[in-house]
T-cell receptor
Framework: QKEVEQNSGPLSVPEGAIASLNCTYS??????FFWYRQYSGKSPELIMF????GDKEDGRFTAQLNKASQYVSLLIRDSQPSDSATYLC??????????????FGKGTHLIIQP | DTAVSQTPKYLVTQMGNDKSIKCEQN?????MYWYKQDSKKFLKIMFS???????INETVPNRFSPKSPDKAHLNLHINSLELGDSAVYFC????????????FGPGTRLTVL
């Protein structure tokens, strides 16, 4: 059974600082990872995806993947109060015909303090 | 324009009833999904549907059945509702079965009394 683990938090970060969100996974064969942001009462919204080892940057967001350590992270630079949300780490689960769906972690609740 | 839409947004019903949640996507995607998010906010895949092939998460009771009248729709039917079915149900879609990027609908909050 594939598992994706996250610290549920809450993680409290002062405005303007770097928020670091972490995720570990059990399936060494996992190839791709997604970070979704979910505001309270809303649906998950895709922030970033990463397939290759190393860093991937998009604006204030950087995703980091280390397949040897089975670890993926999301860094948010210059944190804003609007970044306060739950961040979900996910990885696809595949059957023979393609993706079965995403296996999600339980999410990390991030609070940016003004 | 809404990419993935669901109706209703809220659904309150009694135990034992049968209900349906509708999902439509206008993205031209080939694969659609249903997820359940419980009270602890844990999001779990229930079904994926692509080209008439249904893949079911083994933990989903057979009271739940997805129906796809066409490629743009995947409706969720639930029979004999139980208290534990109370949750938010999200529909999602992706370009095809091999595409990992999924887009989520707004969710349907189901409350079983």
């Amino acid at each position: 059974q594939k598992e994706v683990e996250q610290n549920s938090g809450p993680l409290s970060v002062p405005e303007g600082a770097i928020a670091s969100l972490n995720c570990t996974y059990s399936d060494r064969g996992s190839q791709s990872f997604f970070w979704y942001r979910q505001y309270s009462g809303k649906s998950p919204e895709l922030i970033m995806f990463i397939y290759s080892n190393g860093d991937k940057e998009d604006g204030r967001f950087t995703a980091q993947l280390n397949k040897a350590s089975q670890y993926v992270s999301l860094l948010i630079r210059d944190s804003q109060p609007s970044d306060s949300a739950t961040y979900l780490c996910a990885s696809p689960t595949y059957s023979g015909g393609g993706a079965d769906g995403l296996t999600f972690g339980k999410g990390t609740h991030l609070i940016i303090q003004p | 324009d809404t990419a993935v839409s669901q109706t209703p947004k809220y659904l309150v019903t009694q135990m034992g009833n049968d209900k349906s949640i509708k999902c439509e996507q206008n993205l031209g995607h080939d694969t659609m999904y249903w997820y359940k998010q419980d009270s602890k906010k844990f999001l779990k895949i229930m079904f994926s549907y692509n080209n008439k092939e249904l893949i079911i998460n083994e933990t989903v009771p057979n009271r739940f059945s997805p129906k796809s009248p066409d490629k743009a729709h995947l409706n969720l039917h639930i029979n004999s509702l139980e208290l534990g079915d109370s949750a938010v149900y999200f529909c999602a879609s992706s370009q095809d079965a091999s595409s990992d990027t999924q887009y989520f609908g707004p969710g349907t909050r189901l409350t079983v009394l």
